[in-house]
């Protein structure tokens, strides 16, 4: 019973490592894509711009 109980609280302990890291990733990937999507704004405004 006793190892049971110690196996489950490392299990969760794992998850919340994992669902962690997933978390960091997303926030990471996230902040890297608004780069880019500001890049393309920045440059779509530009031509925009040129063309009037």
């Known amino acids: ?7 489950r609280g490392t299990t969760s ?12 990733a997303l926030i990471v990937s996230l902040s890297q894509l608004g780069g880019v999507v ?6 779509s405004e530009a031509m925009v711009a040129a063309a009037i």
């Open 1 to 7: 019973m006793q190892l049971q109980r110690n196996r």
């Open 13 to 24: 302990i794992e998850y919340g490592l994992i669902a962690t890291l997933i978390g960091v």
């Open 38 to 43: 500001q890049v393309l704004y920045a440059a």
